[in-house]
């Protein structure tokens, strides 16, 4: 594909490389200048921001992808991914808020324009890195809550539900419409949907494929919070301001976002010393904290 400055180039709006007269079009000039234009406006998808002082430690991950209301697409896929993997990697990340930059959109889900024109294997590869990329998601050893404002659907309720909480505005319509296009929810969805709301619920949702709204998330326990739409953002806000406020929450956050039992203490050590390691969930807090800091 050509750059920008190349496709300025070719349409021949930089000086001194117009194209001659005879060989294109005035109407073929502006077709690729406007390309150009376009393409320099395009925001990346995934937009990754530290949130500065005094929300020091919080992670601001915002979707965009405007045109199709956050459908992902292989692109996109592979910036969340890289993104959790900066997140990984960051060692004074305290709370990641995941946020849209679309108005009256989360995310819609899976591009369904993209997949049409995929091969058989090609659609099950994307499933299974979908997949895994929302298992990195949930794995992420710091609280993760998603700012639900307009339609979370499909695959966009599926990353919704790999957060540790759900803030919705009143405007949130949240659903997992899969079983109406012959196909089921295939990244995550499935598993985690009735360990958050019971098994019953969650059949009822997945067989139907029907959409609630904000209130009724809240009631059967799908959202944490439901606000007046325009307000979820600062709800989240000032929760993960109360979560960066306890300095040893990260020690309990570990115990509860194993299912496993197993607590993970990360490398991170006042004294600058590597002290990863694993302990058992019945090891008492204070035994963790003497263990982690040698004291």
């Avoid at 196909?183 to 139907?208: C, D, N």
């Avoid at 059967?220 to 606000?227: D, E």
Wanted: charged content about 20%; proline content about 5%; aromatic content about 6%.
């Amino acid at each position: 594909m050509h750059s920008p400055r190349g496709l300025l180039a070719v349409s021949g709006f930089l000086t001194g490389r117009h194209a001659p007269a005879a060989s294109v079009s005035t109407s073929s000039h502006q077709s690729l200048f406007t390309r150009a234009i376009q393409i320099l406006a395009q925001s990346e998808p995934v937009r990754l921001r530290k949130l500065p002082a005094p929300d020091s430690g919080v992670i601001e991950l915002r979707l965009e992808r405007p045109e199709v209301k956050n459908a992902i697409n292989w692109d996109m896929l592979r910036r969340l991914r890289s993104s959790i993997e900066k997140i990984q990697a960051d060692a004074t990340a305290k709370v990641v808020l995941v946020a849209s930059s679309v108005p009256g959109a989360f995310c819609a889900g899976a591009d369904l324009k993209e997949r049409r024109l995929t091969s058989s294997s090609e659609v099950g590869e994307y499933a299974r890195s979908l997949r895994s990329t929302f298992s990195s998601f949930e794995a992420l050893l710091i609280p993760t809550i998603a700012i639900i404002e307009g339609a979370a659907l499909g695959g966009g309720l599926e990353l919704a539900l790999s957060c540790d909480l759900r803030i919705c505005g009143e405007n949130a319509e949240l659903g997992l419409p899969e079983t109406g296009l012959a196909i089921i929810p295939g990244a995550g969805g499935t598993q985690r949907l009735p360990r958050i709301v019971g098994r019953s619920r969650a059949k009822e949702l997945i067989f139907s494929g029907r959409r609630c709204d904000a209130a009724e998330a809240v009631m059967m326990g799908l959202a944490n919070y439901c606000v007046p739409a325009g307000e979820a953002y600062q709800k989240a806000l000032d929760i993960a301001r109360e979560i960066t406020q306890k300095e040893f929450l990260h020690e309990f956050t570990f115990q509860i976002k194993d299912p496993h039992g197993t607590v993970h203490v990360s490398n991170f050590s006042p004294t600058g010393t590597n002290n990863s390691k694993f302990l058992p969930a019945s090891v008492n807090l204070h035994e963790r904290i003497r263990r982690k800091y040698n004291t």
